[in-house]
């Protein structure tokens, strides 16, 4: 990125290349938007805003399809029993949400898959692929607006691998 007068898309770019660099920016920000903390508005107002732009970038933007993407991560057992209880039901995640193409890569994270289907309907349904931004290409990450919305389909408990699973639908 050139620092004098840089393009809208090369600064989307390094946005997300600073979103998967797992910097101060992607946590506090993450932070700020789950609890809806609006004191830290000045702090990452910008960077949430340019991230935000990624459905604009051309450059990024892939043709629509049917996929399914995974999430993992470890949540306390009150946040388990809140998804347990909301089968069948909608929510969002208010943050910006990593997934990934490959489920080993996803399992990574934590003891809690989200296998997540998106229709693809509109361009921006599950996110922008964004690896080839990303410090960790392997990953092959797909990466949603913060507010996607999603149907809680089912879940269930592998007591083999003591792994909660929970089926979602991006709607």
Not at 51 to 65: A, V
Not at 69 to 83: F, G, K, P
């Amino acid at each position: 990125m050139t620092v004098k007068d840089p393009s809208l898309d090369e600064i989307v770019a390094c946005c997300i290349r600073l979103y998967t660099d797992k910097t101060f920016l992607c946590y506090g920000a993450n932070k700020a938007l789950r609890k809806g903390d609006l004191s830290k508005v000045d702090t990452f107002d910008a960077y949430c805003y340019f991230l935000s732009l990624m459905n604009d970038i051309k450059s990024l933007i892939s043709k629509c399809h049917m996929q399914t993407v995974y999430r993992s991560m470890t949540l306390a057992s009150d946040e388990i029993q809140m998804y347990q209880s909301s089968v069948g039901t909608y929510k969002a995640w208010e943050k910006f949400s990593s997934t990934s193409k490959v489920r080993s890569e996803a399992e990574n994270f934590g003891p809690v898959l989200f296998i997540i289907l998106c229709f693809g309907h509109l361009r921006h349904d599950c996110g922008i692929y964004i690896s080839s931004l990303s410090k960790f290409h392997d990953e092959k990450e797909i990466l949603p607006q913060p507010g996607t919305n999603f149907r809680v389909d089912k879940m269930k408990y592998d007591e083999e691998t003591t792994r909660y699973r929970f089926y979602l639908t991006v709607v």
